[in-house]
């Protein structure tokens, strides 16, 4: 009974160093000063590293035609120019360098401010 205990614990303990750990963690996301409906930019503090960056506007009526559109890197922060003005909430997504997906579910608000930070727990995607 007692090794059977073990090789489960011992097992459990394998399974969750496969899991990627950037799940149920916090993210922080700040919008960099100069953002607005026609240029967004976020800088995102968050424990891994990140290769890439994709944003989804919720409430958009082209969100399902679109689906996630990709960030481009402005130095420390995330940038994104669209076609047409943005349409709030925002859920972000991260992909780090494994290839992990995460995403902060509508972590940007209806009513977001320039120099705000926005906080969420990331989901695997």
Known sequence: MASRLFALSASLALLSL????????????????????????????????????SLMQTDSP???????????????????????????PFSIQITDNQNNKFVAKDVIPPNWKPNTVYTANLVQA
């Open 62 to 88: 082209y969100s399902r035609e679109n689906g996630w559109q990709p960030l481009t890197r402005n130095f420390e922060a995330w940038r994104f120019d669209p076609q047409d003005p943005t349409m709030p």
């Open 18 to 53: 496969l899991i990627p750990s950037a799940y149920g963690k916090p993210a922080s996301f700040h919008v960099e000063e100069g953002s607005n409906n026609i240029y967004f930019a976020v800088t995102i503090m968050y424990d891994g590293v990140i290769s890439a960056v």
